[in-house]
């Protein structure tokens, strides 16, 4: 069973960076893929970036497309999600997944494996 932790959250004014990563434990396969969703307080968890774990390709929510970068580091299984022009609505529990069948696209259902989420807050 894969298992993966998050880092990287904090408190950051608007208009404020911030870089989350997630640590995968054991080997990354060529057909895997690895995503973040977020949720925030009174609102479902939602989809925000994915990425094929050997190909690199990536989709992204339009919520985010032109402020968030999703990356990766194969030899750390390493997963990031540079955060750009933070605003309040970005404010969430920010959470890292990976799909053993290789989904990175928006449906939650398909992703198997969560970390524990870490909270990102932005100050207006």
């Known amino acids: 069973q894969v298992q993966l932790v998050e880092s990287g959250g904090g408190l950051v004014q608007a208009g404020g960076s911030l870089k989350l990563s997630c640590a995968a434990s054991?080997?990354?396969?060529?057909?895997?893929?690895m995503g973040w969703f977020r949720q925030a307080p009174g609102k479902e968890r939602e989809f925000v970036a994915g990425?094929?774990?050997?190909?690199?390709?990536?989709h992204y929510a339009d919520s985010v497309k032109g402020r968030f970068t999703i990356s990766k580091d194969n030899a750390k299984n390493t997963m990031y999600l540079q955060m750009n022009s933070l605003n309040p609505e970005d404010t969430a529990v920010y959470y890292c997944?990976?799909?053993?069948?290789?989904?990175?696209?928006?449906?939650?259902?398909?992703?198997?494996?969560w970390g524990q989420g870490t909270q990102v807050t932005v100050s207006s």
């Open positions: 997944a990976c799909s053993e069948l290789g989904h990175y696209g928006a449906t939650m259902s398909l992703y198997e494996y």
């Open positions: 990425i094929a774990w050997t190909m690199g390709t990536t």
């Open positions: 054991g080997r990354m396969y060529s057909e895997w893929a």
